[in-house]
């Protein structure tokens, strides 16, 4: 077969704290070497109990002052600024923020949709890299196959309309794909042409999962990629960054 | 069949000035009603006679200022600020440019791998949403197939690394997913979450085109969408643009 397949997980349970991710999965899908699981953030954090309970947040005076711009929850921010290292842009209440992993984005990860519970939040990984390579070990011990992890989440980007999933965790598939050097059918050679694979099948295996139908994971089946990588390798070194 | 099939055209030809597109992908390809047919800009380009030749250009004293921050070609620099309605930023040559449609990218869409010729540049199609409606029509004519149309191209990111394909042009297929108001499992209403779903289309189809392989243009099959757009819509208006 020439050509991918993207085939969403169904049947997988509501996830939470403690769950063996890896065995929901085996037990929902049978999966082949190459293949790449994709999982939604919000299954990995809820597994690993990255979860807060507003009732549980003390607001502090910042927080209190930027909600009040357009009425949020003051806990909410409150809980944006203790995952943020730094603000990067903020409209009103609306906070762009730069993760302790250096992802830049709206409110630092930090959501109340899909949370276990109403009054809930839902944080992003602490070191998603790591969560995504022990899932990838996992499954190779129940299922005995060589299966690349991708962890992803649904990212604005600067100057256009929409979320796009973008990976934030790897583990045994290239997140970078690296044409320099090589040439094109006329034989130009390519410069600085380097392709980021992870997050393109971040945003393929999004079209079938759905945040509104209950689908976290997804697995691509037929990708040509040799190579490992972390998604720590997408962040944009602070010295080459046009925008931060 | 749950889930996408992504495949590859290939055997296309190289692409020339005023060569029926859709001729060719029909006779390269089966399509179905419901796919969606990804094009590279390039094809586009060079199919419409977007394409200079650096003899021709005559650069300009800016042109020639930016370009000699790095030894860059004054007369590329030149087709940039011809095609770039304003130049976002800019280190040393490297130009990010908004172009005349209104996307942040670099060079403002120019560039020299996969020319027809060495020596030549493409340049963005003048209305790529208007060239995917007639590449959609006359697929429809030719094939008798409800066809939808994405034409896409390699833009980099802010804070992230690497580039994705985007959409540029689109024709019978949504751009973006409005599930405002709708409500996840636990039924916590979805706020202000729009996704850019032909930006992930065009993303999970250059998995299989490649800029080495002369393959420039996939069918993506099995997508579960209504409705129609513009690729313009995925611009983010200026007034809510937080980093134009």
């Given at each position: 077969m020439t050509g991918l397949r993207i085939v969403p997980v169904e049947g997988l349970p509501e996830i939470?704290?403690?769950?063996?991710?890896?065995?929901?999965v085996t037990a929902a899908i049978e999966l082949a070497d190459g293949d790449v699981l994709v999982v939604a953030q919000k299954a990995v954090s809820k597994a690993e109990?990255?979860?807060?309970?507003?009732d549980e947040i003390d607001p502090s005076a910042t927080a209190q002052e930027i909600a009040g711009a357009d009425g949020r929850d003051p806990r909410q921010v409150e809980a944006i600024l203790g995952e943020a290292r730094r603000i990067v842009r903020r409209r009103g209440g609306l906070v762009i923020a730069e993760t302790r992993h250096g992802f830049v984005c709206a409110s630092a990860g930090v959501d109340a949709s899909n949370a276990p519970a109403p009054g809930q939040l839902v944080l992003l990984p602490l070191d998603p890299d790591t969560s995504a390579r022990?899932?990838?070990?996992?499954?190779?011990?129940?299922a005995g196959r060589d299966v690349?992890?991708?962890i992803t989440d649904s990212f604005g980007r600067a100057w256009r309309q929409?979320?796009?999933d973008v990976a934030i965790g790897a583990a045994g598939v290239p997140v970078l794909l690296d044409l320099t050097g090589e040439r094109d059918p006329v034989g130009y050679e390519l410069h600085a042409t380097v392709i980021a694979v992870a997050d393109e099948i971040a945003g393929a295996a999004?079209?079938?999962?759905?945040k509104t139908r209950g689908i976290p994971a997804a697995v691509v089946?037929?990708?040509?990629?040799?190579?490992?990588?972390?998604?720590?390798?997408l962040v944009m070194p602070r010295e080459r960054d046009l925008f931060r």
């Open positions: 939470a704290e403690g769950d063996d991710l890896a065995a929901l109990g990255r979860v807060v309970a507003l022990r899932l990838r070990e996992r499954l190779r011990e129940l690349g992890v991708l929409g979320t796009t999004e079209l079938v999962m759905g089946r037929g990708l040509d990629l040799q190579g490992d990588g972390a998604a720590n390798d």
